[in-house]
């Protein structure tokens, strides 16, 4: 089931927010300790039979992360009460034990989730505490907060370990504990929470229905499904996630594309192998660091030292480099015919790497400027090129240097992205209007740089160029099938 916490402070917004996400979530959550009139409990108790989907009653302390703050002789009091309306479960926490409670929700039908909550940590009694509510009778809820990515590999094994309690919750809160809202079936747990996009509680690692139900389809995953995805640090601000589950979804595969936001690789892989995880992009800040691990290289990994794609191959991990050639699709063709000679490239970064030696396996002249010219002219001397600095070109430039007359110039660095869009990495560079320019930026589309660029009557090549091509040859390389042509 995908269960959406109702959050809002009055009983008419969450039924707003509930009949808006009716056809993406099977239950939901009142959160009576946010609510501004929980002592007016007549409409409270009547809203299970105007609700469109099962109601779970919960009314959270503030030490479980709630808000509740007042006596608890006053919440069970007003708990019992509540049980009159057709709640279809009610989330009692696990030190609350207090006779009466339980036989009068179960005189209600009402169903205990028993749940404990740890805001800091996954505690060590995690699987134990577990097992004893299973023991009792009740549904056990565990929402705990992973802060590392060893902490979500120990959660997806407990959950094996757990596999004889059909009926229990297991959450990871937190950037971390996304894999187990997404994969919350492999948990085996019966519920994953998401929040209504914008409401005031979405903390971060909170999904919303649209993502859970249509993006990731987390209610039709199940053990047969393929599991890829990507690592990085952060990395739930990336696109890929839409890119492959859509193409997923058009195909009718059976494969989900899960971000794992990750801090040490050696504890992904472990987890990867552990989990069947048949493949992953690999994104800021480990395409330099995954190396080691790999059993396999392709020719293009050796060459640049950065790998964005790992597939997993007889056994071993094998890393290959789609930037290098989605960099290259939208200008393959000038560079094969001899359009491009020479090129600019703008940066020194990580990203570099590739299209440095995109352009040089192309026998293209590449000229290298960089804020820090030191790491220009590393690169300049690995790769054959040459390092220029910002006041060197412009002198050239002025005076009609053949060497610096670019058909090409590529801007790499983070310069123009957003929030900063009016920023412009190179602005005493006066294109002539002949030349593409090309900007790996992808947000936004059309950068200052582009716009500059377009205005002296530039061909210009977009940032989405190069991800959707890396994107669909990813998906080439870890399906076997081709990316839909129409989405
Ligand atoms: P990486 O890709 O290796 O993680 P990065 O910090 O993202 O590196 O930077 C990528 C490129 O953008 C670098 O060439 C960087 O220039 P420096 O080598 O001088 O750091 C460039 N860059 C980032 N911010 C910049 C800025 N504000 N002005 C100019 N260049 C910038």
């Given at each position: 089931m995908i269960g959406l916490t109702l959050t809002e402070n009055s009983l008419e917004k969450n039924l707003l927010l509930c009949q808006n996400h009716a056809d993406q979530i099977d239950i939901a959550e009142l959160?009576?300790?946010?609510?501004?009139?929980?002592?007016?409990l007549e409409p409270i108790i009547r809203f299970p039979s105007v609700a469109p989907v099962p109601i779970i009653l919960t009314y959270r302390r503030s030490r479980d992360g709630g808000a509740y703050t007042r006596s608890e002789r006053l919440r069970i009091q007003r708990l019992k009460r509540l049980f009159s309306g057709a709640f279809a479960y009610v989330d009692l926490e696990e030190d609350l034990q207090h006779s009466g409670l339980e036989q009068a929700a179960a005189d209600h039908n009402i169903k205990v989730i028993r749940s404990f909550h740890d805001m800091h940590q996954v505690p060590g009694d995690f699987l134990k505490r577990i097992t004893r509510i299973a023991e009792q009778g009740e549904i056990p809820k565990a929402a705990v907060m992973p802060t590392s990515f060893a902490d979500v590999s120990r959660l997806f094994s407990c959950a094996k370990e757990l596999e004889k309690i059909d009926r229990k919750i297991l959450i990871g809160m937190g950037v971390f504990g996304v894999p187990t809202r997404i994969l919350y079936r492999r948990c085996g747990s019966m519920l994953t929470f998401c929040a209504g996009a914008?409401?005031?509680?979405?903390?971060?690692?909170q999904l919303t229905p649209e993502q859970l139900k249509?993006?990731?389809?987390?209610?039709?995953?199940?053990?047969k499904t393929a599991v890829y995805g990507i690592i990085g640090n952060p990395v739930m601000h990336t696109a890929s996630p839409a890119i492959h589950n859509s193409g997923y979804m058009k195909l009718g595969i059976d494969a989900v594309y899960v971000p794992f936001h990750v801090d040490d690789i050696r504890n992904f892989l472990n987890f990867a192998e552990a989990n069947e995880v048949r493949g992953f992009s690999v994104t800021i800040p480990h395409k330099k660091q995954i190396l080691p691990f790999l059993g396999k290289v392709s020719r293009e990994v050796k060459q640049i030292g950065s790998c964005n794609t790992v597939i997993r191959e007889k056994g071993l991990w094998k890393g290959i480099n789609t930037d290098y050639y989605g960099f290259l699709h939208p200008i393959l063709e000038d560079l094969e015919t001899g359009l491009i000679r020479k090129a600019l490239v703008i940066g020194a970064g990580g990203a570099d790497r590739a299209v440095v030696w995109g352009l040089r396996n192309f026998s293209a002249h590449v000229g290298i400027v960089n804020r820090t010219h030191s790491s220009a002219v590393k690169l300049a001397e690995e790769t054959g090129s040459r390092a220029y600095s910002t006041s060197e070109l412009e002198e050239l430039r002025e005076a009609g240097d053949e060497s610096v007359q670019f058909d090409l110039v590529v801007q790499t660095t983070s310069v123009g992205m957003e929030p900063d869009i009016t920023a412009d990495p190179l602005p005493s560079y006066r294109f002539r209007g002949d030349e593409i320019a090309y900007d790996l930026i992808y947000t936004p589309k059309v950068t200052k740089f582009l716009q500059r660029a377009s205005q002296a009557g530039c061909r210009i090549v977009y940032g989405y160029e190069m991800l959707y091509q890396q994107g669909v040859l990813q998906f080439k390389s870890f399906t076997g099938v081709d990316y839909p042509q129409q989405l």
């Open positions: 959160r009576v300790d946010l609510l501004d009139e929980q002592d007016i914008g409401t005031r509680r979405g903390a971060p690692g249509t993006l990731y389809r987390a209610d039709t995953i199940s053990a």
